[in-house]
């Protein structure tokens, strides 16, 4: 690879076949030398999970001028620590997550592969973006993200990101009327019900699928990302890998009595 052109690495939770991720690869080639280590099947919902207890493997799928795919057995964060330690070669400009089919707004960051693959690259001090759409189907059309995807990409080579802090990007599902424009905001308070299907076994045990119905606690806040992706916005919420409640510390400070 070209070392003089930004090192872009990118992964996903969907796989490397996925067609966010080969869209991303179209989007993003123009403005650097690509790697891709991506997991080799989906892994959605494995956060920042790592693999300790088998080996893993990677295998190069292509390689050509400016571009480098590879397929890793792993998790979004194991091909993320993989791609550095054995085919960077030199540290990346950013490391970007996604395209991921399904949103990662409000409490859906902290279960998110896409999410923790950002994360992991925030972790190794490198810029980082996760980057969501609102569509879970396999064939989701992802051109009206496009200029932003660029936009945003660009704004964090160009000028990087505080210490310790990543962005969380979420687009609306495409429509005919196209975005509204892009707002920076907070993560919603929300939270998941009724997660499980339960069927039964034709031996008679029950088992479960997952399933769920997302609620915004605060729908009528307009300033958090459930409230611009349902009126038709890009959010982009800025995500701390520094998780400690400083407002919590004083009120446990007797502890220390103890």
Known sequence: MNGMKPLLLLSNDDGVQAKGLNE???????????????????????????????PL????????PGLKVCACSGTPADCVKLALEQEAGRKPDIVVGGINHGDTASVSVHYSGTMGLVLEGCMKGIPSV??????????????????YVRAVVQRVLDGGLPSGVCLNVNFPKASAGGYRGLKVCRMARGTWSAEWFETLHPRGRKYFWLTGAFQN???????????ALANGYVSVVPIGIDMTAYQAMDGLKSLEDL
């Open 24 to 54: 991303l690869i179209g989007m993003l080639s123009p403005m650097g030398d690509i790697l891709v280590m991506a997991p080799d099947g989906p892994r959605s919902g494995s956060a920042c999970a790592i693999t300790s207890d088998v």
């Open 217 to 227: 606690l605060e729908p009528e806040s307009a300033d958090t990302d459930s409230w």
């Open 57 to 64: 493997r990677y295998r190069v799928l292509d390689e050509k």
């Open 130 to 147: 996760g980057l969501s759409l609102c569509d879970t189907a396999a064939d989701a059309d992802f051109s009206l993200a496009a200029p």
